[in-house]
């Protein structure tokens, strides 16, 4: 789950990392109020959106730049009219764009230098990992390719906690001295601490400024969490913006189905990820692309699969389905007679191949070759190459 730069603010001012203050609006009619917190003169006003590259993002109205620093709070004003409800473009959006539907007010700071400073997960090591460069505020990915040797990586135990000697390895590395130096090891360790905490799966802040009068402050805020963990965290879950999120992901979620959006046209429905994922791959190997991923579970229940149809279905670039069930806790004859009943019951015209596989799966079969006498979309895949290969045709 991933949150919203305002609010991510607001926990790293819990921890004790330094950012701007800063206000929130979702109406206009909260632009004054939000306004009124600010002595005249320069404001920065900020999209926010869940995703990055806002600065150098463009509206599709035209209207350039999804952070603006305004001079006044007139000028302040009158970018927030120009972003809110209206749709950003960035690098990270995809060419569709995200519908700003919260704007931020934000102190200016007079930035002397800017650096980039996060803590990811390394799934090889099994630690939280420390990534620092000198190179802020541009995007990370170009450093890594350009300049990888301006990028240094601290790994932590997470038994032992960050220590003090890392703390000054990382604040020498981005050549912090003196009370800078202070600053950071209080920054560094109030992040790790929210990482660690919160269980989050990334906290990033990019740019990490020095101001004119040398102060160390957060100017952009980016906090994932593993949703494996959001039950231990009831404050967070709170903090979920599902205008952010697909809406079939939102759907899928209360179904507690694994279902992730992807552009292509044909749509599958699979238990396991495993399978749901070498599923994927045996369609694009026959030349067709993958409406989704979705995992139903080991054990899913007859409403999951009928609400996994329904959710596949909302989606208008499917041409075809692909069901590639192995039953191993399921029954192969109960998933055929669900399968048909959710056929019947959305009157389905796609082309749909099942292939069943495992416990009672000859059953199954007979279930779905039964039914396929007046159900003309309906066939049936006797292997997953043959399925993938029937359903590849069919949605042609
Ligand atoms: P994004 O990464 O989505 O483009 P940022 O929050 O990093 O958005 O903002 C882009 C740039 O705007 C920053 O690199 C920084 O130079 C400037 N900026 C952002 N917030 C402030 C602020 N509070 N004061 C001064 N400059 C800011
Ligand atoms: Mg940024």
Known sequence: MNIHEYQAK?????????TPKGFPAKIPAEFDVALANFPEGV????????????????FTNGYQGGVKVAKTKADARAAAEAMLGNTLVTKQTGP?????QTVYFDTASAIKK??????????????PVIVASTEGGMSIEEVAANTPEKIVKVRVDPALGLQDYQKRQLAFALGFKGDLLKQFGKLIAGLYNLFWEKDCSMVEINPLATTNDDHLIALDAKVGFDDNALFRHPEIVALRDLNEEDPKEVEASKFGLNYI???????CLVNGAGLAMSTMDIIKHFGGNPANFLDVGG?????????AFKIILSDKNVKGI???IFGGIMDCDVIAQGIVA??????????LVVRLEGNNAANGKKTLDAAAADLPSLVSGDSMADAAQKIVKLAA
């Open 10 to 18: 607001e926990l790293f001012a819990e921890y004790g990392v330094a």
């Open 43 to 58: 404001v920065v006003v900020k999209s926010q959106i869940h995703a990055g590259g806002r600065g150098k993002g463009t």
């Open 96 to 100: 569709a764009g995200r519908k700003v």
């Open 114 to 127: 800017e650096y980039y400073l996060a803590i990811l997960l390394d799934r090889a090591t099994a630690q």
């Open 261 to 267: 959006a992807l552009d292509g046209s044909i749509a």
């Open 299 to 307: 054990g899913a229940s007859k409403e999951a699969v009928s609400a």
């Open 322 to 324: 692909l069901v590639n």
């Open 342 to 351: 959710a056929v019947r019951e959305t009157g389905l015209q796609l082309p």
